[in-house]
């Protein structure tokens, strides 16, 4: 089998919602999400996905993405799509960096040989040991009232982990996080999570005033030393998402941060094939698993649900599904999660039927 074109598409992907709302006033309600169809000389298509959280969350922005895949994708034409790692091989050999594009790309690839031998993704990593998973809303950043209704209305639906978006004010941060753990019960689960956006001075007191609170820390600082700074001395278990770019620094989190979890992304990662890796470290490390991308619908909701559904039941500690969150339902809203809890597609590849008609023409193709 070989590759015998990359289409790239453009699609909006809206907030349910109304405003996703996170520290420094960072803000979404329509990103601009990026989809690839890779085409193969046997009609089998793979589908990948990234979608941008705005351009200052995290170092990539939309046209950054696209360039770079015209780029890998005119060096994988005439590749077996099927040998994700020499697709691997190839991207790295081409670009250094650009995780963000190649996620797509590989995300695509995994589609296409699941589809070849008839089988699920997750068969392909080894088999679903987790049949039913428990999934997780962010809560935007607003008012503690307006927090703590969000999380009520939501475990009205089944779902009882969440994700607060914190990182400003550190005392109105604390008043949050305290409205949110009332509004849930003994199972509540609850990050408050900075995406780096307090000072070491603002962490140290957000954190001293949490204390004794059933939550977590997430990335209470831009950077991981001043993430171990912040979290010296306090009890509070840290999670760390956007610092951690590297194996290498996933044992800097856990000997010298104290963290007990990480917060995977495919875009930041390079796609599925390395979130596996760094997902299986973290077992071994006896660490808990967060998986999941910056943003999404579908398509992203299907590559995580095959992560989450092969990672042990008591190893995974905060997935969501973005199709919840958001409009992007390019193959008619599935997977679906049901009260509170989601499952990997049963279908070959990702599972899913991507709605072409959805997505309109091409922004290019590569051939």
């Not at 503690?144 to 978006?165: H, T, W």
């Amino acid at each position: 089998m070989k590759i015998v074109a990359i289409d790239v598409f453009h699609y909006d992907v809206g907030y349910a919602h109304g405003t996703y709302i996170m520290s420094g006033d960072r803000k979404a309600s329509i990103e601009d999400g990026t989809v690839v169809r890779v085409r193969t000389d046997e009609g089998i298509d793979g589908w990948g996905e990234i979608t941008t959280l705005g351009k200052v969350y995290l170092p990539v922005f939309p046209e950054g993405i696209r360039t770079a895949l015209k780029e890998l994708g005119a060096m994988l034409i005439g590749v077996d799509p099927t040998n994700v790692l020499q697709v691997n091989r190839i991207m790295n050999a081409t670009l250094m960096g650009q995780e963000f594009a190649k996620s797509a790309i590989d995300i695509a690839c995994w589609d296409i040989f699941g589809k070849s031998v008839n089988k699920p993704i997750s068969a392909l990593l080894g088999g679903v040991i987790n049949e039913r998973f428990p999934i997780y809303e962010a809560v935007p950043l607003g008012s503690p009232e307006s927090m703590a209704e969000f999380i009520e209305e939501r475990r009205a639906d089944g779902v009882n982990r969440f994700q607060l978006k914190v990182g400003n004010n550190p005392i109105e941060d604390v008043a949050r996080t305290r409205a949110s753990v009332d509004a849930g019960d003994g199972e509540t689960i609850i990050v408050a999570d900075s995406n780096g956006g307090w000072s070491l001075a603002s962490a140290k007191l957000a954190m001293q005033g949490m204390a004794g609170l059933p939550v977590y820390v997430e990335q209470p600082c831009r950077s991981t030393a001043d993430c171990i700074l912040a979290a010296r001395g306090s009890s509070l278990p840290l999670v760390l998402d956007e610092s951690i770019v590297s194996h290498d620094e996933v044992y800097r989190a856990k000997y010298e941060a104290n963290a007990v979890s990480i917060n995977l992304k495919f875009g930041k990662l390079g796609g599925l094939t390395n979130v596996v890796r760094a997902r299986d470290l973290l077992q071994d490390l006896n660490m808990a698993v967060s998986v999941e991308d910056m943003w999404g619908g579908d398509i992203i909701t299907a590559a995580t649900a095959h992560i989450a559904a092969t990672t042990r039941p008591e190893s995974l500690l905060m997935t969501p599904f973005f199709n919840d969150w958001t409009d992007g339902h390019l193959a008619g809203y599935k997977p679906r999660s049901q009260k509170g809890f989601g499952s990997a597609p049963t279908g070959s590849g990702l599972g899913i039927e991507v709605d072409t008609q959805k997505l309109g023409e091409p922004l290019f193709t590569v051939k």
